[in-house]
């Protein structure tokens, strides 16, 4: 947008929290092009953070606080930039609101600077990557033919874009790119989307795909306090915008919704994501037959359901982004039963897995979810079960496994042993179920070396 560095320029801004996913040294970044005056703080110590810092070594006028926080950080300054995850009850962060000072975020931020872009939220417990990249394909590959009902469509066609809970990806920085009528399609956290309630706004176009329990122990058990930011994704909305749901998450609107609401038809969980992608990819005018060919163009997410590679007749599915046991019993189910080609790549559409063919390799740190229901998937459908290191793995393997179940010290051997379990037609289904934190940094560094070692078996 016109006009982006004025916004910034000379702004005393302190960036909490670089971490190493891209997304805060994207904006970090920007804002030092900008001309900003920075304070970049992070509870991780500069050794954590090497890579990071490594990208930003040629840059001026960034001071560094790692290794802590610190109070008079928070104080006589312009902005604080939030990182997602910052604890609710953050002393820093009430520093800053008692010296009334803004806390800002990065898609919220953009939202704010570019209020002629369409953005398009997608939002849920499960399912929100997978219908995000859906509508970004859609779109990109028919940015021709996009049509929009609204005043904020310019004049000259417009491009899409794709930001929010993206890895690698800042949103902030777009700023340098997009013009009037542009869109950006971004995937949204509920973290995310604290951000959007501080602005008391919602995107333009709404996908809201599911709501079960995760991230408890970030919001100390309570499903309100994790619904209440999840709902900032419809709670601003105004007439002329849109939210689109699957049928079970009717109950959770409230009656006095402002948005026009649609309400996608199908049943089936992955059909699911692609019907909500349908249903974006309607607002904009795309012909039928145009959303059609994308679709199946589509290619699927690394981490969600992707089928790798067969070892002597043994198939070896990632799905490293499966954080909570929800997520998991999805893709155990989704393999131990018929799934067409369309749905599922790797899967012959007349090939039933049936039961007991699944190794499956799980563990990780504790999130505060129930286990109970995963136990009694596993005992179904896994013929046996190995855990890597964590919090959550202790919690499951007290359980009652009635299956063969193995501990084991990393996920090299875990893969090692997974192999030596399955017989040909067997499947190794690598899906955590818990978060990442304890033996890696994030989630991605689990996913690249679960793939890493993957792609060295012959």
């Given at each position: 947008?016109?006009?982006?560095?004025?916004?910034?320029?000379?702004?005393?801004?302190?960036?909490m929290g670089l971490g190493?996913?891209?997304?805060?040294?994207?904006?970090?970044?920007?804002?030092v092009?900008?001309?900003?005056?920075l304070?970049v703080?992070?509870l991780?110590?500069?050794?954590?953070?090497?890579?990071?810092l490594?990208?930003l070594?040629?840059?001026?006028?960034i001071?560094?606080?790692?290794?802590?926080?610190?109070?008079?950080?928070?104080?006589?300054?312009?902005?604080?930039?939030?990182?997602a995850?910052?604890?609710?009850?953050?002393?820093?962060?009430?520093?800053?609101?008692?010296?009334?000072?803004?806390?800002?975020?990065?898609?919220?931020?953009?939202?704010?600077?570019?209020?002629?872009?369409?953005?398009i939220?997608?939002?849920?417990?499960r399912?929100?990557?997978m219908?995000?990249?859906?509508?970004?394909?859609?779109?990109?590959?028919?940015?021709?033919?996009?049509?929009?009902?609204?005043?904020?469509?310019?004049?000259?066609?417009?491009?899409?874009?794709?930001?929010?809970?993206?890895?690698?990806?800042?949103?902030?920085?777009?700023?340098k790119?997009?013009?009037?009528?542009?869109?950006?399609?971004?995937?949204?956290?509920?973290?995310?989307?604290?951000g959007?309630?501080?602005?008391?706004?919602?995107?333009?176009i709404?996908?809201?795909t599911?709501?079960?329990?995760?991230?408890?122990?970030?919001?100390?058990?309570?499903?309100?306090?994790?619904?209440?930011?999840?709902?900032?994704?419809?709670?601003?909305?105004k007439?002329?915008?849109?939210?689109?749901?699957?049928?079970?998450?009717?109950?959770?609107?409230?009656?006095n919704?402002?948005?026009?609401l649609?309400?996608?038809?199908?049943?089936?969980?992955?059909?699911?994501?692609?019907?909500?992608?349908?249903?974006?990819?309607?607002?904009?005018?795309?012909?039928?037959?145009?959303?059609?060919?994308?679709?199946?163009n589509?290619?699927?997410?690394e981490?969600?359901?992707q089928?790798v590679?067969?070892?002597?007749?043994?198939?070896?599915?990632?799905?490293?982004?499966?954080?909570?046991p929800?997520?998991?019993?999805?893709g155990?189910?989704?393999l131990?039963?018929?799934?067409?080609?369309?749905?599922?790549?790797?899967?012959?559409?007349?090939?039933?897995?049936?039961?007991?063919k699944i190794?499956?390799?799980?563990?990780?740190?504790?999130?505060?979810?129930?286990?109970?229901?995963?136990?009694?998937?596993?005992?179904?459908?896994?013929?046996?079960?190995?855990?890597?290191?964590?919090?959550?793995?202790?919690?499951?393997?007290?359980?009652?496994?009635?299956?063969?179940?193995?501990?084991?010290?990393?996920?090299?051997?875990?893969?090692?042993?997974?192999?030596?379990?399955?017989?040909?037609?067997?499947i190794?289904?690598?899906?955590?179920a818990?978060?990442?934190?304890?033996?890696?940094?994030n989630?991605?560094?689990?996913?690249?070396?679960?793939?890493?070692?993957?792609?060295?078996?012959?």
């Amino acid at each position: 947008m016109q006009n982006y560095k004025k916004q910034f320029k000379g702004k005393k801004i302190t960036v909490m929290g670089l971490g190493l996913l891209g997304r805060g040294l994207g904006y970090t970044k920007f804002f030092v092009e900008c001309g900003a005056d920075l304070i970049v703080t992070d509870l991780k110590p500069s050794t954590a953070l090497r890579s990071s810092l490594k990208e930003l070594r040629n840059y001026k006028n960034i001071k560094y606080v790692l290794g802590k926080h610190r109070l008079e950080d928070f104080r006589g300054r312009d902005m604080i930039m939030k990182a997602a995850g910052v604890p609710l009850d953050s002393i820093y962060i009430k520093e800053a609101q008692k010296n009334k000072i803004p806390t800002e975020m990065d898609v919220s931020l953009f939202a704010k600077c570019a209020p002629e872009v369409i953005i398009i939220g997608v939002t849920g417990t499960r399912g929100k990557s997978m219908v995000t990249a859906l509508v970004y394909e859609v779109l990109k590959q028919n940015e021709k033919y996009l049509k929009f009902p609204s005043t904020l469509l310019g004049t000259k066609k417009p491009s899409v874009f794709l930001g929010g809970n993206v890895r690698g990806v800042a949103t902030l920085p777009l700023l340098k790119k997009v013009k009037k009528g542009d869109i950006l399609i971004c995937e949204l956290d509920s973290w995310q989307l604290q951000g959007f309630g501080d602005a008391k706004m919602s995107p333009h176009i709404s996908v809201f795909t599911s709501f079960m329990p995760d991230h408890m122990n970030y919001y100390r058990n309570s499903m309100k306090r994790y619904f209440d930011d999840k709902a900032n994704i419809f709670k601003y909305q105004k007439r002329n915008d849109v939210l689109i749901i699957r049928p079970e998450m009717k109950k959770l609107i409230p009656k006095n919704l402002k948005s026009k609401l649609i309400v996608v038809k199908l049943a089936d969980f992955q059909t699911e994501n692609r019907a909500c992608a349908v249903e974006v990819a309607k607002q904009f005018k795309i012909p039928d037959f145009k959303i059609a060919q994308a679709l199946k163009n589509f290619k699927g997410l690394e981490g969600r359901l992707q089928y790798v590679k067969t070892i002597k007749d043994v198939k070896i599915y990632n799905d490293n982004n499966a954080t909570t046991p929800e997520a998991t019993i999805a893709g155990i189910e989704a393999l131990s039963i018929n799934f067409p080609k369309a749905q599922l790549r790797g899967v012959s559409p007349k090939l039933g897995f049936g039961e007991k063919k699944i190794v499956l390799i799980c563990g990780g740190a504790d999130k505060k979810l129930p286990l109970d229901n995963f136990v009694k998937v596993i005992n179904k459908h896994c013929k046996a079960v190995i855990m890597i290191p964590g919090t959550g793995t202790d919690i499951l393997s007290s359980k009652k496994l009635k299956v063969e179940s193995y501990k084991v010290k990393d996920l090299n051997k875990a893969v090692k042993i997974a192999l030596g379990l399955a017989s040909r037609g067997d499947i190794i289904l690598f899906s955590p179920a818990f978060a990442s934190f304890g033996q890696f940094n994030n989630e991605y560094e689990r996913g690249d070396l679960f793939m890493k070692i993957v792609k060295k078996l012959k």
